[in-house]
């Protein structure tokens, strides 16, 4: 099965603090994704990363950094958090270099910026 | 950009009732997927389904690409049941997952 790990479930940060978000795969994914879940405005697309190193800007990248690193481990960091990066985060990998192929996620991390 | 829709926005069963829930898209995709999200926020993947007709389990779905839709059977519902339902269609050459609002079913015992 594959599996998709995520460094926390809940986090508290304060703001102007700088915030690593980790997620880890296991099935030798190409593909590593990061969205933000809001109410009302549904999942949205951050950055993702079709390779070691490689990153691709998604529908909402400001305020965001991503580093890859390694294949099985794509990081993301809020440089200064502020309230409304206040959301849960959820961390997706697949297979092909193409995106094509089925998406499979992490728990989730819920994050509050106080 | 692409335009997912699902309907309805909110579905309250009774334990043991059948129920379909559908999924609209205004343009060609590569890759459709059906999630339900837990109580504790995690996607779990449903199907996989860019066209045809799957089932596992109580489940099943059907994906109409020339018409641009998908549905969602839950059958026997239980209270297990309950959560958000996502659809999430690619498209290739936008290259991300884009989500519909979701459906949020309650299953009463």
């Known amino acids: 099965d594959v599996k998709v790990t995520q460094s926390s479930r809940y986090l508290v940060k304060r703001t102007g603090e700088k915030v690593f978000l980790e997620c880890v795969q296991d099935?030798?994914?190409?593909?590593m994704f990061w969205y933000r879940q809001d109410p009302g405005l549904g999942l949205r697309l951050i950055y993702f990363?079709?390779?070691?190193?490689?990153?691709e800007k998604g529908d909402i990248p400001e305020g965001y950094s991503v580093s890859r690193e390694k294949k099985e481990r794509f990081s993301l960091i809020l440089e200064s958090a502020s309230t409304n990066q206040t959301s849960m985060y959820l961390c997706?990998?697949?297979?092909?270099?193409?995106?094509?192929?089925?998406?499979?996620f992490g728990p989730g991390t819920r994050l509050t910026v106080t | 950009g692409i335009q997912v829709e699902q309907s309805p926005p909110d579905l309250i069963l009774q334990e043991g009732a059948n129920s379909t829930l559908r999924c609209n898209f205004s343009?060609?995709?590569?890759?459709l997927q059906w999630f339900h999200q837990n109580p504790w926020g995690q996607l779990i993947n449903l199907f996989y389904i860019p066209s045809g007709t799957k089932q596992n389990g109580r489940l099943s779905a059907t994906t109409v690409a020339t018409e641009r839709y998908s549905l969602l059977y839950i059958s026997s519902s239980q209270t297990t049941d309950s959560g958000v339902y996502f659809c999430?269609?690619?498209?290739?050459?936008?290259?991300?997952?884009?989500f519909g609002g979701g459906t949020r079913v309650l299953v009463k015992p």
């Open positions: 343009d060609s995709v590569n890759n």
């Open positions: 997706a990998s697949s297979f092909s270099g193409t995106g094509v192929d089925e998406q499979y």
């Open positions: 999430a269609v690619f498209k290739a050459a936008g290259n991300k997952l884009t």
């Open positions: 099935m030798d994914h190409e593909n």
């Open positions: 990363s079709y390779d070691v190193k490689m990153k």
